[in-house]
């Protein structure tokens, strides 16, 4: 059983660029979470998903980001016209009912250049 | 609100040295669930252990052992017998009640901001 997987691991984006971040959860886990890990901050929760519903958004900037969770294909984060700030570790994790472990992927390094 | 606070930054032991990571949390939650993860260096977060509010059994799997104690709100993690691979950032994390309990965040973590844990040969 494959783990979480997320793409790309690496990003580079200039100043204004989109940043589109992809996980696929673990097969059968349909809860996904998003969470942040800021050099100076640690990790921080962003967004809580179940299949085509955002559960809680709670720590997602108000603007700029999003996040969704289709019927089919993975979880996509979304950050529109990327500032320096925005670079960081993302990290997606997923389970399969909404107690259980979280299970994270690798993450994804966003860059901005 | 919740915290969770590891007051060690960084650890340096010698191989084979036994070594404990501490984590204090706090919480107004009377069910809530305790973490702890490995940040290797290559960056990905490996879940280690899941505790409840309700059950202060310390566990041991191998090398780790992890001690919780509520009446310090304290969940500690040891390595015994140290070994290089063990370098990593460990974080120790807290979640509320989850939905079975009334809660509504169970996922939403907090995290400390982790121990460095270097093992030196």
């Known amino acids: 059983n494959a783990g979480v997987m997320q793409n790309p691991r690496h990003l580079v984006r200039r100043r204004g660029q989109e940043a589109r971040l992809r996980c696929s959860p673990m097969k059968g886990h349909s809860h996904v979470y998003w969470y942040r890990q800021l050099p100076e901050e640690g990790l921080k929760f962003m967004v809580y998903l179940q299949k085509e519903n955002i559960i809680d958004e709670s720590g997602m900037p108000k603007e700029r980001f999003s996040a969704e969770f289709p019927k089919e294909g993975p979880s996509i984060l979304r950050i529109q016209q990327v500032v320096r700030g925005d670079s960081a570790a993302y990290f997606c994790a997923s389970s399969p009912r909404a107690d259980s472990p979280l299970h994270f992927g690798n993450g994804t390094r966003l860059t901005v250049t | 609100a919740q915290k969770v606070t590891q007051a060690q930054t960084e650890i340096s032991v010698v191989e084979k040295e036994d070594v404990t990571l501490d984590c204090v949390y706090e919480t107004r939650d009377t069910t809530y669930y305790l973490f702890w993860y490995k940040q290797p260096p290559s960056g990905e977060l490996v879940f280690l252990i899941r505790?409840?509010?309700?059950?202060?059994q310390n566990e041991i799997s191998g090398r780790y052992s992890w001690n919780f104690q509520k009446s310090t709100s304290s969940f500690n993690f040891t390595i015994t017998a140290s070994q290089v691979v063990d370098s990593a950032v460990y974080f120790c994390?807290?979640?509320?009640?989850?939905?079975?309990?009334?809660?509504?965040?169970?996922?939403?973590?907090?995290f400390g901001q982790g121990t460095i844990l270097t093992v030196h040969p």
């Open positions: 994390a807290l979640s509320g009640p989850p939905p079975n309990a009334g809660g509504t965040s169970y996922g939403k973590l907090t």
């Open positions: 505790r409840n509010s309700f059950d202060e």
